[in-house]
C-alpha cells in the first residue's frame, strides 16, 4: 500500500499563489507517476497535472498550462503543486495520485490522497 498525504491548501484571493505538497510513504518503489486531481462540487473530478518519479516527463491540462508547476523531490518523496496566477474557477478539492502508468484519468490511478481544500475569491 502506498499512503499519500497533501497540505498546503487554504484561502486565497484571485490572483494569488498556493503551493500543495504530496508526501508518499508506504511500498513507493512501485510508483511511476505522481499526479494531481481537482474535483469542485457537483463536478467530476478533473485531471490538472502529473509527473513522472524515474525522469522529468510532465503533462498537464489546459486550465492548469502557464500558471500551475508540478516538481517532485524524491529523496522527500514529495510532489509539490505550485498554483500561481489563481482564479475562483480553481476552487476545488485538490487530490494527490499515485500509480503506475501514465494517464489522466482518475482510473489510471491506484492510491489517492485525502483531498485538501482550494478556495479562490473574487
Known amino acids: 500500500q502506498v499512503q499519500l498525504v497533501e497540505s498546503g491548501g487554504g484561502l486565497v484571493q484571485a490572483g494569488g499563489s498556493l503551493r500543495l505538497s504530496c508526501v508518499a510513504s508506504?511500498?513507493?518503489?512501485?510508483?511511476?507517476?505522481m499526479a494531481w486531481f481537482r474535483q469542485a462540487p457537483g463536478m467530476e473530478r478533473e485531471f490538472v497535472a502529473l509527473i513522472t518519479w524515474s525522469g522529468s516527463n510532465t503533462n498537464y491540462a489546459d486550465s492548469a498550462k502557464d500558471r500551475f508547476t508540478i516538481s517532485r523531490d524524491n529523496a522527500k518523496y514529495t510532489v509539490y503543486l505550485q498554483m500561481n496566477s489563481l482564479k475562483p474557477e480553481d476552487t476545488a478539492v485538490y487530490y494527490c495520485?499515485?500509480?503506475?502508468?501514465?494517464?489522466?484519468?482518475?482510473?489510471?490511478?491506484?492510491?489517492w490522497g485525502q483531498g485538501t481544500q482550494v478556495t479562490v475569491s473574487s
Open positions: 508506504g511500498r513507493t518503489w512501485g510508483i511511476a507517476v
Open positions: 495520485a499515485a500509480g503506475r502508468i501514465l494517464g489522466t484519468i482518475p482510473s489510471n490511478y491506484n492510491y
